[in-house]
Structure formats: structure tokens, C-alpha cells
């Protein structure tokens, strides 16, 4: 059990460009989560999948942001047309669902940077 | 909407007793949660309640009372290294909905 992996850690890219995130959750966790967390505030939901499927999205999420999980393993979260608000850190959570609690476990995070 | 309160800070000095507070407001409630966060870190788990009462980890409590929408973590015999953000978190449905957390400074 290495945790949960995401890649890059930090991004620093132009506005207007896209980039994209990688995930690689703790390997027998089905469900896997995206939040952002902006300095000073909470984790934010972003979009949440179970194996292969994306069963919940934020009504936040802009429709510049979209996310895959091909195989039901690892993620990815991409940002089309990056502007300076979305300059946050984008953090990666899994869990099993089996545990009361649904415990999620997190990523170190990839810091974005739009500049 | 969805929405979790807790105080944005809290000091206290080594070895002393800390509470931090949280109400909510979530539909689909299951539970509460609360994540332990240091600067540059990923948040990670602490503690869960369910059902009303108390839950005890080490040095860490959670309390929660459901029909007052309301939870607490009780911080125990504080430690410099206890000093971070913390966040309580409701479970809605299948996502985790987080406060905005709370930053406790331990001194010496």
C-alpha cells in the first residue's frame, strides 16, 4: 500500500493552456475523488467515481474541467483553457467504501499555478 | 445548500485541553468526519461519528449530537506538533463535504 499518488506536484502553466492531472489511488479502493483546496479554505468536491463511472460532479465544476478513470484504476483531471482562478491545489482521494465512515484518503496534492 | 461552521482559529499553549466546534447544515446527512491538515499537507483522517456520543483516538475526541446538527474534536495533552488545520467534513451522500477549518496554534 503506497497511498494515494498524484502527478505532477506543482504545475505552473500560461492561461489560456491546458493541463492535466494524474491520480493513482491506493490500489483496491473502488471509489475515487477529486477536490481543489484554495489557500485558507476547506477541500472543495469536485467530481467522484466508482471504478469506471463518474457518478457525481459539482455544479461547480466548470465544463473546462473534465475527468476519466479509464480502467477504474488510476484518474486523470484535466483543465482545458486554464485561467487564473482555477491556480489552486487539486488533491486526489480514494477509499474502499467499506468502512463506516466512508474514510477517503488523500494525495499530497498538485499544486497549480496560472500565471 | 450545504454548509459546515467552525471557528477559523484557536490558540492554546502545551499540554492544555482544546475544543473545536462545528455545526452543520447538509441534507443526506450519514456522519461527521474530521481531517487533520499541516501547511503544505494533504489532509488526513482523524476521527468519524455516526451515532450520538463520543468517540475516543488517543489524545483526540469527536463528539457529535445529531438532532443539534452539531459536532466537536476534543484535543487532549497538546503538542507543538498538534499545531495545523483542522476540518470537519459531513458525509452527504457519497461525497465528503468540507468547513473551512479551523487553524490551531500551540505554544510553548
Known amino acids: 500500500d503506497t497511498g494515494v499518488s498524484q502527478d505532477p506536484r506543482h504545475k505552473i502553466t500560461k492561461r489560456g493552456q491546458n493541463v492535466t492531472f494524474r491520480c493513482d489511488p491506493i490500489s483496491e479502493h473502488n471509489r475515487l475523488y477529486w477536490y481543489r483546496q484554495t489557500l485558507g479554505q476547506g477541500p472543495e468536491f469536485l467530481t467522484y467515481?466508482?471504478?469506471?463511472?463518474?457518478?457525481?460532479k459539482s455544479r461547480l465544476l466548470s465544463n473546462r474541467f473534465s475527468a476519466e478513470r479509464p480502467k477504474g484504476s488510476f484518474s486523470t483531471l484535466e483543465i482545458q483553457r486554464t485561467e487564473q482562478g482555477d491556480s489552486a491545489m487539486y488533491l486526489c482521494a480514494s477509499s474502499s467504501g467499506s468502512r463506516a465512515g466512508n474514510t477517503i484518503y488523500f494525495g499530497e496534492g498538485s499544486w497549480l499555478t496560472v500565471v | 445548500g450545504q454548509s459546515l461552521e467552525q471557528p477559523s482559529e484557536v490558540t492554546a499553549v502545551e499540554g492544555a485541553i482544546v475544543q473545536i466546534n462545528c455545526t452543520y447544515q447538509t441534507s443526506g446527512f450519514y456522519g461527521l468526519s474530521w481531517y487533520q491538515q499541516h501547511d503544505g499537507g494533504a489532509p488526513t483522517f482523524l476521527s468519524y461519528n455516526a451515532l450520538d456520543g463520543l468517540e475516543e483516538t488517543g489524545r483526540f475526541s469527536s463528539f457529535l449530537s445529531r438532532s443539534d446538527s452539531y459536532g466537536y474534536l476534543l484535543l487532549q495533552e497538546l503538542q507543538m506538533k498538534d499545531s495545523a488545520s483542522y476540518f470537519c467534513a459531513a458525509q452527504a451522500g457519497t461525497a465528503l463535504i468540507f468547513g473551512k477549518g479551523t487553524t490551531l496554534s500551540v505554544s510553548s
Open positions: 467515481f466508482q471504478n469506471e463511472a463518474q457518478l457525481e
